[in-house]
């Protein structure tokens, strides 16, 4: 349901066994002073998504990240508010309702995002055709 890194503790995603995704329903909370570790280059390896609302829903959920990481990966949380605090660099994407970011925090959106899979850009064949009259 929720998650809460408390000051001082460390989240390590390690991801050699494959993708880890995190799912959370409730509060999501990075204290400061807690790290978040990704052990992969690659943003398809490490997933946060949140179905929790706290711009509109009853109750309302907190969502902060305010731990001191480069984390590499996704965060989905389409009806939340983020807040992102100082020292949280994010190397592949953010989706949320609405994102606040603080001082020396940043966002670097990973373009290879933008597909499923390692093959690149779809490719299309064409499958039938007619002409069209200019009227």
Do not use: C
């Amino acid at each position: 349901d929720g998650l809460l890194l408390a000051a001082n503790t460390t989240l390590k995603m390690v991801t050699t066994g494959g993708p880890i995704e995190i799912y959370g329903t409730g509060n999501f909370r990075m204290q400061a002073n807690s790290h978040l570790v990704t052990n992969s280059i690659r943003p398809h390896d490490a997933a946060i998504y949140l179905s929790s609302n706290n711009i509109d829903g009853t109750p309302r959920s907190t969502v902060e990240f305010n731990a001191n990481a480069e984390y590499t990966g996704l965060i989905y949380a389409p009806r939340s508010s983020i807040a992102i605090h100082a020292m949280f660099e994010i190397y592949g994407s953010v989706m949320a309702r609405r994102v606040a970011l603080g001082s020396n925090s940043a966002i670097h959106y990973d373009t290879s995002l933008l597909f499923d899979d390692d093959n690149g850009p779809p490719v299309y064949e064409q499958a039938s055709w007619r002409p069209i009259g200019l009227d």
